[in-house]
Structures are given as structure tokens and as C-alpha cells.
């Protein structure tokens, strides 16, 4: 089982954190395991774990989260569930000085490593930290610490008893004023309609998500995803419903989106249902 653990961000660039990576023994993991970034398809990255894609084409709301960190690179930001990395390669290319990407699996952070290596970009390792772990549990943020976090297609992998710890642990992680930029998955989601009758009949009796949907898995929705990908179970949410979530713990809502997901037919991200989005300020 693994340790408790606490990551203290510093004002400089420190983190002190008992499950970061470190970098040169994550190449020398991943060369050992033979560990690569699988091929990407229609902008979609397979996970190694069951939790859906990483996709390759950034969304209007990690294009804002990327615009703070140029313009605020010296504060330290933090991802949740970053996958192989897309983002933080970038970030770090803007010129952020203390980025902490995390995923709850390690084989993902390990191949983003060698991926930068393999690439000659090993002078971006100074400001990246490489941090292992399923949040909120296993990754304790040190109280009012962060400028800002990305937590992109990640939320709909809770469940409304898991997920207030999490917002409330986002909420306690962040400096007074500082921004979380979320994107999750909608009841709308294009290629999901078999499920959109419960969720209609869950609604109408006023529960709080109406959209958990606690047997993905097994949905006939679920099995036009490779099964490597698919994961157990999906919290699916309208606009006013992930509103609700942050208002209820503290956050102010900036700015509000709702987006068509990316694919073989659809190329740019434009306005859309199958996903929603908040940039939200703690205050
Ligand atoms: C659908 S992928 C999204 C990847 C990337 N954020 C993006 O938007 O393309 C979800 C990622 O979150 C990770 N993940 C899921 N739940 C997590 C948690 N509670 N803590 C940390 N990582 C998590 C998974 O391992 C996976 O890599």
C-alpha cells in the first residue's frame, strides 16, 4: 500500500514530495520495461490503465491555463491525472519553473520522461516534477500553494461520494485567488444516447448527479472504446451541475464552456455538447 505523502511547494522551486519521480531512475524505468507513448488516433492517446484517452489537440480551456502559466512562469502549477504529458511538455516549454504533473499511473509519467530524453529535452527536467500518486489520497498538497490546476478529463472518474474530497482538496491546495481549469464529460456525449434516458429519468428526481453511471463498463456505449481503455464506471454532468460542485466549495465560476469533442469528423474544438468546462477562482 503506499505511504501517505506530502508535497510542500516552495516559493522557489522546490517539492518535496515522497512519491515524485526521480527523473533519471523514471528513463532508466521505462528503457528496463520497454515503456513507449502509444500511437495516437483521432487525437486520442490510449491510457495504460483503463481511464479513457490523452488527447494530442489542446482545448479552449488548457489554451488558457497554458496563457497563465507564460504569463505567471515562476509560480508553481500542478496537473491532475496528466497522462503522457502533452501538457506539461508545453508548459514547460513556456517556460514554467515549477510544474508538477501528476498521474495515478506510473507508467505514463515514466514514458513522458524517456519521451523527453529520446527528444533532447532534457533541460525542461529542471522545473518538472514527476509526481505518482491517486489524488486526492495519495498526494498531499502543502495548504494555499498553488497558482493554479488543470484537472482535464479527469473528474468524471469520481463518484458523488468521492468527489467533494477531491474539489475540497483542490480548493485547499490552491493560493487564496488561484484558479482551477476543469474539462469533464457530459450526458450528452456524442455516441452515448443509451444511457441518456436514465440519466433523464435521474434527473427528474432531483439527485445531486444524475449522471453517475456506476456500470459503464458494462453500457453498450462503453464497447465502441478499445477495452484497455474503458473505464469502470463515469460521472457525467451538465454545465450547471459542475457549477454547483465548485460554488458549493468555495469557487467563484470565470469563465463557462461547452464544447463538441474532437474526432475524425470534427476537427477543432468548437462550441458543443458532449463536454463542459469551468476556469473557477477560489476566493
Ligand atoms: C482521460 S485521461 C486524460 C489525460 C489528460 N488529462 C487529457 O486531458 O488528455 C485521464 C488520466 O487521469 C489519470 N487519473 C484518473 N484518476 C486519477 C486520480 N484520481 N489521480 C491521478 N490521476 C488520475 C489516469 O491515469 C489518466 O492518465
Redesign the pocket.
Known amino acids: 500500500m503506499k505511504g501517505y505523502i506530502t508535497t510542500i511547494l516552495c516559493a522557489s522551486s522546490c517539492v518535496g514530495n515522497a512519491l515524485e519521480l526521480d527523473i533519471s531512475q523514471a528513463i532508466s524505468d521505462a528503457e528496463a520495461q520497454k515503456l513507449t507513448i502509444p500511437e495516437e488516433s483521432e487525437y486520442?492517446?490510449p491510457?495504460?490503465?483503463q481511464?479513457?484517452?490523452?488527447?494530442?489537440k489542446f482545448?479552449p480551456i488548457?489554451e488558457r491555463f497554458l496563457h497563465l502559466i507564460e504569463s505567471n512562469p515562476e509560480q508553481p502549477f500542478f496537473?491532475?491525472?496528466?497522462?503522457?504529458g502533452?501538457?506539461a511538455e508545453a508548459a514547460l516549454e513556456k517556460g514554467a519553473k515549477n510544474y508538477g504533473l501528476?498521474?495515478?499511473?506510473e507508467r505514463?509519467l515514466k514514458s513522458f520522461a524517456k519521451k523527453l530524453q529520446d527528444q533532447g529535452k532534457t533541460e525542461l527536467f529542471q522545473a518538472l516534477h514527476l509526481i505518482s500518486?491517486?489524488?486526492?489520497?495519495?498526494?498531499k498538497i502543502g495548504p494555499n500553494s498553488l497558482e493554479a490546476m488543470?484537472?482535464?478529463?479527469?473528474l468524471?472518474?469520481?463518484s458523488p461520494e468521492t468527489i467533494d474530497t477531491?474539489v475540497q482538496w483542490i480548493y485547499e491546495g490552491l493560493k487564496p485567488n488561484g484558479r482551477v481549469f476543469v474539462?469533464t464529460i457530459s450526458p450528452f456525449y456524442k455516441g452515448h444516447q443509451d444511457l441518456l434516458a436514465a440519466y433523464q429519468t435521474k434527473k427528474e428526481t432531483g439527485i445531486r448527479f444524475p449522471g453517475y453511471c456506476s456500470q459503464f463498463r458494462e453500457s453498450k456505449a462503453a464497447q465502441k472504446y478499445e477495452e484497455e481503455?474503458r473505464?469502470a464506471s463515469l460521472l457525467f454532468m451538465e454545465l450547471d451541475t459542475l457549477k454547483q460542485l465548485f460554488i458549493q466549495h468555495g469557487f467563484q465560476i470565470e469563465e463557462e464552456f461547452e464544447l463538441a469533442i474532437i474526432d475524425q469528423d470534427n476537427h477543432e474544438w468548437m462550441p458543443g455538447q458532449d463536454m463542459v468546462g469551468i476556469i473557477a477562482q477560489k476566493i
Request: glycine share 8%; aromatic share 16%.
Open positions: 486520442r492517446v491510457t495504460l490503465n481511464y479513457g484517452y490523452m488527447f494530442t482545448d488548457v496537473e491532475v491525472g496528466g497522462a503522457y502533452n501538457v501528476n498521474d495515478c499511473e505514463h500518486g491517486r489524488c486526492p489520497e495519495d498526494v488543470l484537472v482535464n478529463k479527469v468524471h472518474f469520481f477531491f474539462m481503455t473505464p
